[in-house]
């Protein structure tokens, strides 16, 4: 099956750092979405990006589908983007999303 | 409803006995997924639904576990004879018709002692 690998695993920034967070899949895919999930453990929609770039305030995210990639971008960061932040992505034959393991986002004031 | 609701939000059982968990999609969504998610780990599949039937059940672990969806709205998933490594958070997610786009709800965290 498909496999995505997220990195990096863990990441520590002081307030108002930016970030890179990056998602590789082995395999076309028709969907891809990036969550952040939050303490409480609800999963967060950030992006719906199969292809292309999209911005949505100091978050932004570009998917390379040829080059089976993707990276999401934090800016400014602030206390409350700390979480886990997941990519998931599904194979066009397939029917459901597959997760990578996440990054881990620690953002100190 | 505005979002996928789930419930109960916690639900501790003592080994062997039997679980329900319920799922409420949003509201006019066709399709319905059952993931689990261990500790430190990402969601891993368990069931689809399209409509009332299940299209892929390939993520049950074994014939414990089993998901109903009787009127293509609200979803159970049952766990028979618990087991603790049946800990974990189950979650539930729904996207529309001609949407791949999926929308979770807050999980059910299932503790087995």
């Known amino acids: 099956g498909i496999q995505v690998e997220q990195s990096p695993p863990d990441l520590i920034l002081q307030e108002g750092a930016n970030s890179t967070l990056r998602c590789n899949f082995s395999?076309?895919?028709?969907?891809l979405q990036w969550f952040h999930q939050n303490p409480w453990g609800q999963l967060i929609n950030l992006f719906y990006?199969?292809?292309g770039t999209k911005q949505n305030g100091r978050l932004s995210a570009t998917t390379v589908a040829t080059e089976r990639y993707s990276l999401l971008y934090i800016s400014s960061s602030q206390t409350t983007d700390s979480g886990v932040y997941f990519c998931?992505?599904?194979?066009?034959?397939?029917?459901?999303?597959?997760f990578g393991k996440g990054t881990t986002l620690s953002v100190s004031s | 409803g505005a979002g996928v609701s789930q419930t109960p939000s916690n639900k501790v059982t003592e080994k062997g006995k039997y679980v329900e968990l319920r799922c409420d999609p949003i509201?006019?969504?066709?399709?319905l997924y059952w993931y689990r998610q261990s500790l430190g780990q990402g969601p891993e599949f368990l069931i689809y639904?399209?409509?009332?039937?299940?299209?892929?059940d390939s993520g049950l672990p074994n014939d414990r576990f089993f998901a109903v969806r009787p009127e293509g709205s609200v979803s159970t998933l049952k766990i028979q004879r618990t087991e603790r490594g049946d800990s974990a958070v189950y979650l539930c997610?729904?996207?529309?018709?001609?949407?791949?786009?999926?929308?979770f709800g807050q999980g059910t965290r299932l503790t087995v002692v």
């Open positions: 997610a729904s996207s529309s018709t001609g949407s791949t786009e999926a929308f």
């Open positions: 395999d076309s895919v028709n969907n």
């Open positions: 990006i199969p292809s």
């Open positions: 998931a992505v599904e194979h066009p034959a397939g029917t459901a999303l597959i």
């Open positions: 509201s006019g969504h066709t399709a």
């Open positions: 639904f399209q409509g009332t039937g299940a299209a892929d």
